[in-house]
């Protein structure tokens, strides 16, 4: 599996309850934390450098080396690579269940569905199930580095850190794990009608800090006595922008 975090731990989970044997490859910036729960769980974790997407050495390239050859050494019968970013299932996933669940959950009343995006499965699922029962705004959230906030307000997939003579071989532009991309995925490109066939999907996005984020999880500490992560925090202030947008009423 190509993880950084929430998908792979449930997937070791899904695996040890079926007996499965599960391998992880994910960057080695991702929090200690993460790697000791999928070790806890049973999971093989392989870290390594973090990587272009055009480089052999990505993490989602290195997983899908390894599956190919564990099918070459003929140590297991079957091998599955997830390929999360890019495996359809992920979308239908979340239209077929995420996506009815909140609806369900929310009993009809939604307005607007806010969310960040590592392969934008999620976001792009949930948002065409919407899309079809009422008409709920969806918006992406999205983080400093990332290209999505460009590709879905102006079309295009690009971020300021990747100006001329600016961009680093290694850029760390969040704090936040998991979300925001510097290419378009096919999970997320289902949310845009320019790429989906002209089906309503994604309708505009909104930026948010790492320093936003970081303080909306002390004031969610604070004030709920929920701990919450920087991805789940980002969710919240988008939330509260986007909430803004709308104004009173929704």
Known sequence: LDASGSTGI????????????????????QAAEKVELLRRFGAVVELVRPASISSPD????????????LRSSGE????????QFENPANF????????????KQCGGLLDAFVMSAGT????SGV???????APVSVFLADVPGSSLYNKVVHGVLYAWEQAERTVRRH??????????????????ARGLPEHNGGVPGIDGAVRVSDQEALEMAHYV?????????????????????VAGRLGPGH
Not at 175 to 187: F, K, P, S
Not at 221 to 241: D, M, P, Q, T, Y
């Open 58 to 69: 990505h993490y989602v390239n290195v997983a899908r080396r390894r599956a190919d050859e």
């Open 92 to 103: 239908r996933a979340h239209f077929e269940g995420t996506g009815p669940e909140l609806w």
């Open 171 to 188: 850029r760390t532009d969040t704090i936040a794990e998991g979300i925001g991309l510097d290419r378009l995925t096919m999970n997320f």
């Open 120 to 123: 934008g499965g999620t976001l």
């Open 10 to 29: 449930s997937l070791a989970l899904a695996a040890a309850e079926r007996d499965y044997r599960m391998v992880v490859v994910m960057p080695d910036d």
């Open 127 to 133: 948002g065409r199930f919407l899309k079809g029962v």
């Open 221 to 241: 500490l604070a004030h709920e006595g929920l701990f919450i992560g920087s991805s789940a925090a980002v969710n919240c202030v988008a939330a509260c922008k």
């Open 76 to 83: 297991a019968a079957c091998v599955l690579f997830a390929d």
